[in-house]
């Protein structure tokens, strides 16, 4: 029985091992090893078989015979039998484990080959896509027919001005830049070149001497002026200080307290005997800051002077003299030299002040508004004092209201519009003043007021800010672009000797299957293409919204699209439209950029502080990535080890930190060329389709931080007392964490420039906040909400090394540092928004011969 059963047994084993041989035939993956074992092993099984089987049967049939000694004699050879039958039983137990075995193995090669054969498919149809895309570039390329448009060489006058004669007029109250401006000296292309004559050395005035300290910072000012040159013979203007001044008499030095101010005399042959002068002052600005609203120099230094065609540039003017789009009405220099003025400023907030209206100073921090009178004597269009207390009134916070505004001229009011800082109103209007200013809103007070505020820092605050104002002034009647922006050159990590080895990184099996775009040669973005437009036509923006005329950028988020047709009547160079304009979902979508923007790249930078393993991890993932440019790697700490780092398919260049500051991330690197920068942490894990998403997302809101870990600032409803830092859950957000996010390259400039510096040194002192300091600034200078994209992705990689922002700390001194910054910008910039961007096709259901824009967000 027990034979039999066994018997059983191994008939069903064999019935097993068929089924598993037939796997094989049919994989037809070992074909020939399959072949030896499967014959060998039928034949062998079906002899065992039979011998068995006959044994068997002899056994049961002779049984009623038996004596003793037979019945012994079967009893061995039956156990015989079964020693025999069970060591071919072991045998072929250990074959079936060994083919077992090789089965398993074969199996598991058939699915690498399916596998690499999808991943092979995958890469031909991402390369067809990428062909595709370099025939169109090269198309384009052949086919354009103007070449790159190269400036003239740098046109610079050759000589100081000839001297001509003086004009018959002691002065020309006529003069217009048409009339008494040399151009020639100007060429669009010169650089705005500015020779300052020494105040030390050239004393204009016979009675009275320039105070010293406005001497020194003008020098000073100048100096960080990037037009100031030292070639008087290259100039386009000349710049003469001429006050304020004291009295060199100093026994007599009460000056009457009337708007004319002290008598001040210019010492003409002084001025004439200028070296650059020629004859006639052409070119030359004569400039008069008053310090105090009523001391000497607050006057018209130059009334009945001979000042030939030379602008005149103070704060007290009649209108006899004033020459419109000539002179130059400035603010008085009431501030610091340079440097944050926050200090000094009252907060935004609230609206409504104690006190409505009032004209005494000492109040100024709690009224709402603060009446201003235009000057009593009507033949003056401008006054020290009135443009004093201007300046005050902005500075506290108080909203200026102008009685008499409609015949004042304020400082730089050709390029600065005065209406959205301060109320100007004709004198006729007192009686419904109080109404007046009853009837205007909260938000518009609040707008008025952070607006004033804006255009005081940015241009009266300070010295530096007026001398860099008014220059800037004269450069833009001259439409002579500003100086480029000056990028941070960091120290390369590696010298040019050396570059670390690239590795080939372990395929990473996470990222979906999908072709999300063609992989190209980088493509930088083209800059510097409105050099002469960008003025005539955002020169009110650049002025008032964006508070930047002072330098030119390669690109900026406001750059004026085409229009929908243009791209195909005309001006198609760099566009890429789906389906080649007729359009199309996922597969057509995943082959072009589309969009009402020319194709460009973006570039990646990471701030890594000392983490190898991180890093490398991290490059290793961008490795396929479509539309890389470049990958910056933003080193701090101690030299980077000279390890191999694994290839991502992009160039890498890293750079040193100075030293190590979260800033840093920051710095607008010479290294970066395209106008898409997306700022990753490390550690941050983003998948392809999400990167790729995020960056066509920022292309339609270019001027906003576009990415992904959203937060918010909540009201402090314990102590009701300013902001605290929020990462819940939330259906609303303010900022997304620049720790995977897409913004602008010019906000990195914007980070250095406009930032006030007390903030990045926050950032340094507690090493955090550097991202919320980004959303500030960017919600400063747009007013708009960051931009969240899809909800698919995780932040953190779980199993890494605990980072900066693990400890407990950390969310106490982001409280914090909400409540620094909002002290410092005198409000709090951030908007919220409730909105996420998902993909057109996210969740809709469509044909199955149509794909979705990406498969999965
Ligand atoms: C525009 O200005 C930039 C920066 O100064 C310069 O490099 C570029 O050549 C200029 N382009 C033209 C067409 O003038
Ligand atoms: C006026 O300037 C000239 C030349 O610099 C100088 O010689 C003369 O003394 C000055 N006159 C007065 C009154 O300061
Ligand atoms: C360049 O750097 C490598 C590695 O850091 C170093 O071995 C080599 O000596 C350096 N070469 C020069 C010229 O500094
Ligand atoms: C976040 O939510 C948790 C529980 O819902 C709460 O205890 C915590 O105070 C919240 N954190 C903040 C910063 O509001």
Redesign the pocket.
């Known amino acids: 029985m027990y034979i039999h059963e066994r018997l059983c047994l191994w008939l069903g084993h064999l019935k097993l091992s068929r089924v598993i041989f037939a796997v094989l035939l049919i994989l037809f993956v070992v074909p020939l090893v399959t072949h030896y074992y499967l014959s060998k092993y039928e034949s062998s099984s079906i002899s065992l078989g039979s011998s068995s089987v006959r044994h068997t049967l002899d056994a049961l049939g002779d049984f009623t015979t038996l004596t003793a000694a037979d019945l012994k004699m079967r009893i061995e050879e039956m156990l015989r039998i079964k020693a025999s039958v069970s060591t071919e039983l072991r045998e072929l137990e250990a074959r079936r484990g060994r083919l077992q075995r090789e089965a398993a193995a074969a199996g598991a090669r058939t699915d690498a080959l399916r596998a690499e054969h999808a991943r092979a498919a995958a890469d031909l149809t991402r390369l067809r896509v990428s062909a595709e895309q370099a025939r169109i570039a090269q198309l384009e390329a052949t086919r354009r027919d103007s070449p790159q448009l190269a400036p003239p060489l740098q046109l610079l006058p050759s000589r100081p001005p000839p001297r001509l004669p003086p004009p018959a007029h002691q002065s020309e109250p006529d003069c217009r830049m048409h009339s008494c401006f040399d151009h020639s000296r100007c060429s669009l292309t010169s650089g705005f070149p500015v020779f300052l004559y020494d105040p030390d050395n050239h004393?204009p005035l016979?009675n009275a001497e320039v105070d010293g300290f406005l001497k020194t910072t003008l020098r000073q000012t100048l100096g960080y002026n990037t037009h100031l040159t030292q070639k008087a013979e290259e100039a386009c203007i000349y710049v003469v200080l001429v006050g304020e001044a004291f009295p060199s008499d100093s026994k007599n030095p009460s000056p009457s307290s009337t708007t004319e101010g002290y008598k001040l005399v210019l010492?003409e042959?002084?001025i004439r005997?200028l070296p650059y002068w020629g004859g006639d002052g052409r070119n030359h600005v004569l400039i008069n800051f008053a310090r105090r609203e009523l001391s000497v120099g607050s006057g018209d230094a130059f009334h009945g002077a001979a000042t030939g065609r030379a602008m005149i540039a103070q704060s007290t003017f009649t209108q006899g003299r004033f020459r419109p789009g000539f002179d130059v009405v400035t603010p008085p220099a009431l501030g610091p030299p340079g440097g944050d003025v926050w200090a000094d400023c009252a907060p935004i907030a609230p609206a409504r002040r104690k006190y409505l209206l009032r004209s005494r100073r000492s109040v100024l921090r709690e009224s709402t508004f603060v009446l201003i009178l235009a000057p009593n004597d009507r033949s003056y269009v401008s006054t020290a004092l009135l443009q004093a207390r201007l300046y005050e009134a902005l500075r506290s916070g108080a909203i200026p209201v102008i009685l008499g505004g409609d015949r004042v001229q304020l400082p730089y009011n050709e390029v600065i519009d005065w209406r959205r800082a301060a109320i100007l109103l004709p004198k006729a209007r007192v009686t419904e003043l109080h109404f007046f200013l009853r009837a205007i809103s909260d938000a518009d007070l609040l707008a008025f007021r952070r607006h004033g505020r804006v255009l005081w820092e940015r241009y009266l605050s300070s010295v530096q800010a007026s001398i860099d104002t008014l220059l800037a002034v004269i450069r833009t009647r001259l439409n002579i672009p500003a100086r480029a922006a000056v990028p941070a050159v960091g120290a390369p990590a590696f010298n040019d000797s050396y570059s670390p080895p690239k590795l080939e990184p372990p395929t990473i099996d996470t990222e979906p299957e999908e072709t999300l775009g063609p992989l190209e040669a980088p493509y930088p973005s083209p800059a510097y293409k409105r050099n002469y437009s960008l003025s005539l036509l955002h020169g009110y923006e650049m002025w008032n919204d964006w508070g930047e005329p002072f330098t030119l950028y390669p690109q900026l988020p406001w750059d004026t699209p085409l229009t929908s047709e243009a791209r195909f009547v005309g001006s198609p160079s760099g566009f890429r439209p789906i389906g080649a304009g007729a359009g199309g979902a996922g597969k057509e979508f995943s082959e072009a950029l589309g969009g009402d923007r020319p194709r460009e790249q973006f570039t990646v930078v990471i701030l890594t502080y000392e983490r190898e393993a991180v890093l490398a991890a991290a490059l290793a993932r961008l490795r396929g990535l479509p539309y890389l440019n470049k990958v910056v790697v933003v080193w701090n700490g101690r030299a980077p080890p000279t390890m191999s780092w694994p290839e991502s398919g992009a160039p890498v260049q890293v750079v040193r930190g100075a030293r190590n500051s979260l800033n840093n991330r920051f710095l607008p690197h010479h290294l970066l060329e395209t106008e898409a920068v997306l700022c990753v942490d490390d550690d941050a894990h983003l998948r392809h389709d999400e990167i790729v998403f995020a960056f066509r997302v920022w292309r339609e809101h270019r001027d906003q931080i576009v990415g992904f870990p959203g937060r918010y600032h909540a009201w402090d409803l314990n102590y009701n007392n300013g902001f605290l830092y929020n990462s819940n859950y939330s259906c609303e957000l303010s900022m997304v964490l620049t720790g995977a996010a897409f913004i602008h390259r010019y906000y990195l400039w914007s980070y250095w420039r406009l930032l006030p510096a007390a903030i990045r040194e926050y950032v340094d002192e507690y090493m955090n906040c550097e991202d919320i300091a980004m959303n500030f600034l960017v919600s400063h200078i747009t007013r708009k909400p960051p931009v969240k994209v899809t909800s698919r992705w995780t932040f953190r990689c779980p199993g890494c090394p605990v980072t900066l922002s693990a400890d407990q700390t950390h969310f106490h001194e982001r409280h914090k540092c909400i409540q620094f910054f909002s002290q410092v910008m005198g409000y709090t910039p951030l908007v919220s928004t409730q909105y996420r961007a998902d993909s057109v096709l996210f969740k809709t259901r469509i044909p199955h011969d149509k794909q979705k824009c990406f498969k999965f967000i």
């Open positions: 004393a016979a010492n042959t002084a005997s």
